[in-house]
């Protein structure tokens, strides 16, 4: 009796070694030699500009970001891809007045700067994890790459100039306003990480985040780095 129990204890540790063999062998497959589609959303946080010093409320600091991208799998291990994503830097900055000869102020007092940033970057990710965590489910990918930034925006300027007639005498104000435009291209290193799991061998749930070194040589606009947070899907088309 105790044979036949051994027996079937085994022939059931069996199966169920051979059932998650399976099932690993499906999820590793489905990311070997194939291309996949991935799709973020999420917030970015952009630094370094010369508004930095800017009277910017949180909400203004933490914007939306979007983002698209298609990878080669090389295995469950390497994959390759080339990314899109869009975000936004917005910031608001008081100024100071200076005083004038004849005991009048100006200056520009106020300064609002809306800029659109567009992003496409070639990254290289490797599976910490490798490829049995979870039976084949379960990756956390680290990448590395380069990319390229496009930055458009403006920045609207007001400001204020107050004269002083001769003697005392009365005033002049004068408020002037100026929208002036900005563009600028600027290479980055990107560097991410991101925890997926797949629910099917073809679509996972990626958590994620990472940070953007910016050079941008000597514009006042750019920023110099980003840091990003986002949740997206992972789509392994078939062979």
Not at 39 to 51: E, K, N, P, R
Request: aromatic content about 10%; some cysteine; overall charge positive.
């Amino acid at each position: 009796m105790k044979s036949i129990s051994s027996v079937i204890v085994s022939v059931v540790v069996l199966i169920m070694a051979q059932t998650g063999l399976q099932a690993q062998s499906v999820y590793n497959k489905a990311r070997t030699g194939s291309v996949a589609v991935r799709l973020d959303g999420g917030v970015s946080w952009a630094m370094g500009s010369a508004f930095d010093k800017a009277e910017s409320t949180r909400a203004k600091e933490i914007q939306p970001m979007g983002g698209a991208g298609i990878m080669y799998n090389f295995g469950p291990r390497f994959r390759l891809g080339l990314d899109y994503s869009y975000s936004r830097m917005i910031r608001e900055q008081t100024g100071t007045l200076s005083t004038l000869p004849d005991g009048g102020v100006e200056g520009d007092v106020y300064k609002d700067l809306k800029t659109h940033l567009h992003t496409a970057a070639l990254t290289g990710e490797f599976n910490l994890l490798g490829s049995e965590a979870a039976g084949g489910r379960l990756s956390l990918y680290a990448g590395a790459g380069a990319g390229c930034l496009i930055g458009s925006g403006n920045t609207y300027t007001i400001g204020i100039r107050n004269e002083i007639m001769p003697g005392g005498t009365g005033n002049t104000v004068r408020v002037t306003g100026h929208n002036e435009g900005h563009n600028y291209v600027a290479p980055f290193v990107p560097l991410s990480l991101s925890l997926e799991f797949a629910f099917l061998p073809q679509v996972s749930l990626s958590v994620g985040g990472g940070y953007r070194f910016i050079f941008a040589g000597n514009s006042d606009f750019a920023p110099g780095s980003q840091a990003f947070a986002t949740l997206g899907l992972r789509f392994n088309l078939s062979k």
